[in-house]
């Protein structure tokens, strides 16, 4: 009888699994964004998951900030756009599964972080952080219809504010499901902030190793096959992602 028991739940749990596949590796995508997003911030001292500051720092380089750091900003600059027009190349001319191929981009990010050293200029430490995360944007961008990044929070936040809103005025189960949606998101991106506070802080540059935590399960993920989802019940999907209507 507990074997029978025991059965019915393993199968459950591989049911539960499959059926949220998208949302679990979409979750562990956002924790290992917001895990090197601490790294990078407490380790470089900037933050690699976008390029405005970059971009405004080359430019100060250029009038006379600092001109010993400017060909190091051009190429994380040059490193981030690779690392989005490699993503759209491979889309267009191979077959690779592109989510693999991130996670990859990231487990040899994290073994390249752990190898340089703490005193290298912050600039060159970001370099490899800028290729895997511009890598990361451009194929983790939300699931099932929503459009949200797993690297950096703000249209998180503006989204979420959006659907509160929304909700709060006009009581949609739809902008509820928005809410809880954006939610989880930024939970699990700002919970694992904090836990590369603890990590960097214990083990200094190694804390990139600990993204192997998020990266390993989330490639096992890839391989579940994802159930095909037709465009035309695309809508209806989303609208009842975690509410159910009654």
């Not at 911030?41 to 690699?48: D, F, S, T």
């Not at 998101?185 to 603890?198: D, E, G, P, R, V």
């Amino acid at each position: 009888m507990n074997s029978l028991t025991q059965d019915g739940e393993t199968k459950s749990i591989r049911l539960s699994v499959k059926n949220n596949r998208d949302l679990i590796l979409h979750s562990l995508m956002c924790s290992i964004g917001g895990f090197m997003g601490g790294y990078a911030v407490l380790c470089r001292g900037n933050l690699g998951s976008a390029q405005t500051i970059n971009m405004v720092d080359i430019v100060l380089d250029i009038v006379g900030k600092n001109k010993n750091e400017f060909l190091l900003r051009v190429t994380g600059l040059f490193l981030y756009i690779m690392g989005i027009e490699l993503v759209v190349l491979l889309s267009k001319k191979t077959k690779i599964n592109l989510q693999r191929y991130s996670i990859f981009i990231d487990m040899a990010g994290f073994l390249v972080l752990a190898m340089i050293p703490e005193h290298v200029n912050k600039v060159a430490g970001l370099l490899p952080i800028f290729f895997i995360l511009s890598t990361q944007w451009s194929v983790f961008h939300g699931v099932r219809g929503y459009n949200s990044a797993t690297v950096f929070s703000t249209n998180n936040l503006r989204q979420l504010l959006l659907a509160l809103n929304e909700y709060a005025f006009n009581r949609e189960r739809k902008q509820l499901n928005n809410v809880l949606y954006y939610i989880n998101t930024l939970f699990w991106f700002h919970i694992n902030i904090a836990l590369s506070y603890y990590a960097v802080k214990s083990f200094s540059i190694y804390a990139s190793l600990f993204g192997f935590i998020y990266a390993v399960p989330a490639l096992a993920i890839t391989f579940i096959k994802e159930e095909e989802v037709p465009e035309a019940n695309l809508a209806c999907q989303k609208k009842n992602y975690y509410v159910r209507s009654n």
